[in-house]
């Protein structure tokens, strides 16, 4: 079945750095989803990408998806405290169900 | 505030017990999504209904079984429980299909003493 890696597992920055967590996948995709889920909370839509070569802004966040829409990344600049949680990639094939990473942890040192 | 609601929040219970989690999907949503997090497997899908109709189905245990009713609410029902099955319990909805935005509920924590 599909395989979702996601990596790092936990990231500890100062507050200012930058972040990047990356989804790679063993299958070619038909989209990814971005998550974000606070530490107690619940998972939360960030991003939906389903282009070859996408690239999507959000503020301080950049989502890509990769040309061979196997991979996937989420970066953060200048991590501010507010951005700490946990970031999942949701990985949908043919089906559309997706299958989630294992999730990024960041934490964010002020 | 997602839209998406789940009861109970929390639940203690005993090994070998039965359970039923409830969801209410967001207003005008047809898909639900069943999911588990734990520490040791992530967030793993469990299934999904649209409409009423039980549509995918994931890494769901044959003790586990799900329904949607008419008016669209959703329970999970959870039988013979084991240690194991202690989790987060997560429901989403989307409009129609896996590959729109789910919205999550806030989850059920289930342990199972």
């Known amino acids: 079945g599909q395989q979702v890696m996601q990596i790092p597992q936990y990231q500890h920055v100062q507050e200012g750095e930058d972040f990047t967590t990356y989804c790679n996948s063993s299958?070619?995709?038909?989209?990814i989803q971005w998550y974000k889920q606070r530490p107690g909370g619940h998972p939360v839509f960030l991003i939906q990408l389903v282009k070859s070569g996408e690239v999507k802004k959000q503020k301080r966040l950049t989502f890509q998806f990769g040309e061979a829409k196997k991979n996937s990344s989420l970066h953060i600049t200048a991590t501010q405290t507010t951005d700490v949680g946990t970031y999942f990639c949701a990985a949908s094939g043919g089906s559309y169900i997706p299958t989630f990473g294992r999730g990024t942890s960041l934490i964010v040192h002020p | 505030d997602s839209g998406v609601t789940q009861t109970p929040k929390h639940l203690i219970t005993a090994t070998g017990q039965r359970v039923t989690l409830r969801c209410s999907p967001r207003?005008?949503?047809?898909?639900v999504y069943w999911y588990q997090q734990s520490l040791d497997q992530g967030l793993q899908f469990l299934i999904q209904y649209y409409n009423g109709e039980e549509r995918a189905k994931g890494n769901i245990l044959e003790r586990f079984s799900a329904q949607q009713f008419p008016d669209l609410h959703s329970e999970l029902n959870l039988s013979s429980l084991e240690l194991g099955d202690s989790a987060l319990y997560f429901c989403?909805?989307?409009?129609?299909?896996?590959?729109?935005?789910?919205?999550f509920g806030p989850g059920t924590r289930l342990l199972v003493l």
């Open positions: 207003s005008g949503d047809l898909s």
């Open positions: 299958t070619t995709l038909s989209n």
């Open positions: 989403a909805s989307s409009a129609r299909t896996a590959a729109e935005t789910q919205y």
